[in-house]
């Protein structure tokens, strides 16, 4: 996966203590005019993260056949860090979901988050990202490229553990068709929608299907 862009920030990040044994902290503004882009290649998430090839010590003395790569896993043990981070709501997200680029999302919104490495833990994150606008296009079967609308105020909020947050994540969709009621043909406006709640791991799936305009068909 590929995270790029551009990002303005603000704010103030220190780093202190003995080189094994560092500590960060500090709180940094993601500001409004921030565009971020990632691609999301892989198909399932994973909490397992190597920290393989993360430095590579090579002898450029030695003869180039029998040149030899050693590697050594930076010790993550001695290392902390406590960061408070706002995301102010005219920052865009688009994600790719495909190195396509056929199948995305783009999100406006914002939030505040704490993002906490506790070396006996691990990676800890906490808040809440609220979306202000946001669209998500799927190539659907039968329907081919489908665009729908993420709900104004759908939430996304994290209590711990990165990978599992709480969803109430609202999709929409508007299509207007002919229907016959009372043998009279008119032309309805149907919202429909899919409401995503609970967390990640234990995924509430419910369909909806409304009339706003139409009390009859309602």
């Known amino acids: 996966s590929t995270l790029y862009g551009t990002a ?3 704010g103030r990040v220190s780093l202190a203590g003995r080189f094994d044994a560092l500590t960060l902290q500090g709180n940094l503004t993601l500001r409004g005019g921030s565009s971020l882009y990632y691609i999301y290649k892989d ?3 994973t909490a397992n993260n190597s920290l393989d090839d993360v430095v590579t010590f090579v002898d450029f003395n030695a003869p180039p056949t029998s040149m030899k790569a050693t590697t050594q896993i930076r010790p993550t043990d001695n290392f902390a860090m406590n960061l408070n981070v706002t ?3 005219t ?6 979901l495909g190195a396509s680029g056929e199948n995305y999302s783009i999100l406006q919104g914002g939030g505040n988050l704490n993002i906490q490495y506790i070396p006996a833990v691990g990676l800890r994150l906490s808040g809440r990202y609220t979306v202000m606008s ?3 296009q799927m190539n659907v079967p039968l329907l081919h490229v489908h665009s729908m609308t993420i709900r104004s105020g759908s939430t996304v ?3 711990g553990n990165a990978l599992n947050p709480m969803l109430a994540v609202i999709i929409e969709d508007q299509i207007r068709t002919s229907v016959t ?5 008119q032309t309805v406006l149907f919202l429909t929608g899919i409401s995503l709640s609970n967390t990640l791991e234990h995924l509430g799936i419910q369909f909806t299907l409304s009339a706003p305009e139409n009390a009859s068909m309602q």
């Open 43 to 45: 198909a399932s998430l």
């Open 157 to 159: 909020q994290w209590s």
């Open 8 to 10: 303005l920030l603000k």
């Open 87 to 89: 995301i102010e709501p």
């Open 134 to 136: 946001g669209e998500l």
């Open 181 to 185: 009621i009372d043998d009279i043909p």
């Open 91 to 96: 920052v865009q997200l688009e994600v790719l």
